[in-house]
């Protein structure tokens, strides 16, 4: 399928990666709805869905694209994982910011049970977006932009990084607007680093790795205090603001890693 993709149309394009995301999502909700009716712990319900909707995506860039890009078992993980170092300086960051922000709040001992459920929800977390947003996505754009050329490569990459973070206004039935709006411009600067570094890799694996450790910086942090009594605060335009200039360092790292992505041949001696 996906040499046959060079030859649609944009149109067909558009309405193919559409009904792939949208129809991941439906597994998603309708899988962690299911279990949720049935009285399955909500991390649990969460994590199986995580898990369906995982496997519901590789198989479609199994069918599109084959499995030769996933790095599995001929990639190098460890360098590929000293490439993208500067992802544990910004994990860092995030957690000692969660800190600062947490600390006004009653420290808790959460169950075992809840960190192990925390570490493998968020480990599939990272394997679904990953598969969807730096597999399949990032891949179908390729084909239609050109994979071997530079600028075909960062329009992929920040294509696919926009439409990442434009898919966490999902979240707003959870959070308020605001907050939203500063998590999909974080996400969107995120997606540009892991698809800048899934392209240099060549292995998924490192980009989940550092996925999950992205959440694993707020999420794992939160659970270690009590929120039962905190008000429901938006955050203001001045910490969204700030949010998208402090996502500029990550961008200009992201694009000092894309120069390796220049062809030899595009160059210019």
């Given at each position: 399928?996906?040499?046959?993709l060079v030859?649609?149309n944009?149109?067909y394009t558009?309405?193919f990666?559409f009904?792939?995301?949208l129809?991941?999502?439906?597994?998603?909700s309708?899988?962690m709805?299911?279990?949720?009716?049935?009285g399955?712990w909500s991390?649990?319900a969460e994590?199986?869905?995580?898990?369906?909707a995982?496997?519901?995506?590789?198989?479609?860039?199994?069918?599109?694209f084959?499995?030769?890009e996933?790095?599995?078992?001929k990639?190098n993980?460890?360098?590929?994982?000293?490439?993208g170092g500067f992802?544990?300086?910004?994990?860092?960051?995030?957690a000692?910011?969660?800190l600062a922000?947490?600390m006004e709040?009653?420290?808790?001992?959460?169950?075992v049970s809840?960190?192990?459920?925390?570490?493998i929800e968020q480990l599939f977390?990272?394997l679904f977006e990953?598969?969807?947003f730096r597999?399949?996505?990032?891949h179908?754009?390729?084909?239609k932009?050109?994979e071997?050329?530079?600028s075909?490569?960062?329009a992929?990459v920040?294509i696919?990084?926009?439409i990442?973070g434009?898919v966490?206004?999902?979240?707003?039935n959870?959070?308020?607007?605001?907050?939203?709006i500063?998590?999909?411009c974080?996400?969107?600067?995120?997606?540009?680093?892991f698809?800048?570094?899934?392209l240099?890799?060549?292995?998924i694996?490192?980009v989940?790795?550092?996925?999950?450790?992205?959440n694993?910086a707020?999420?794992l942090?939160?659970?270690?205090?009590?929120?039962?009594?905190?008000?429901?605060?938006?955050?203001g335009?001045?910490?969204?603001?700030?949010?998208?200039?402090?996502?500029m360092?990550l961008?200009?790292?992201?694009l000092?890693l894309?120069r390796?992505?220049?062809?030899?041949?595009q160059?210019?001696?």
């Amino acid at each position: 399928m996906g040499k046959k993709l060079v030859t649609k149309n944009w149109v067909y394009t558009a309405i193919f990666c559409f009904v792939v995301i949208l129809g991941v999502f439906v597994i998603y909700s309708a899988v962690m709805d299911a279990f949720v009716i049935l009285g399955v712990w909500s991390k649990v319900a969460e994590t199986i869905a995580r898990f369906t909707a995982s496997m519901a995506v590789l198989a479609v860039y199994w069918k599109a694209f084959g499995l030769q890009e996933f790095g599995l078992g001929k990639k190098n993980f460890f360098r590929g994982m000293f490439t993208g170092g500067f992802m544990f300086f910004v994990c860092i960051l995030n957690a000692l910011a969660a800190l600062a922000e947490y600390m006004e709040y009653p420290v808790v001992m959460p169950p075992v049970s809840l960190i192990i459920m925390v570490v493998i929800e968020q480990l599939f977390v990272g394997l679904f977006e990953e598969f969807l947003f730096r597999g399949f996505l990032l891949h179908t754009l390729l084909v239609k932009f050109g994979e071997n050329k530079f600028s075909g490569k960062m329009a992929a990459v920040f294509i696919s990084s926009l439409i990442f973070g434009l898919v966490h206004f999902m979240n707003l039935n959870e959070q308020m607007l605001n907050e939203t709006i500063s998590q999909v411009c974080s996400s969107a600067f995120v997606g540009i680093f892991f698809g800048v570094l899934y392209l240099r890799v060549r292995n998924i694996w490192v980009v989940v790795c550092y996925h999950a450790l992205t959440n694993y910086a707020g999420d794992l942090t939160a659970i270690f205090f009590d929120f039962s009594a905190a008000p429901a605060v938006d955050v203001g335009a001045g910490d969204i603001l700030m949010t998208i200039l402090a996502n500029m360092v990550l961008l200009f790292v992201s694009l000092f890693l894309a120069r390796k992505l220049i062809p030899e041949s595009q160059m210019i001696c």
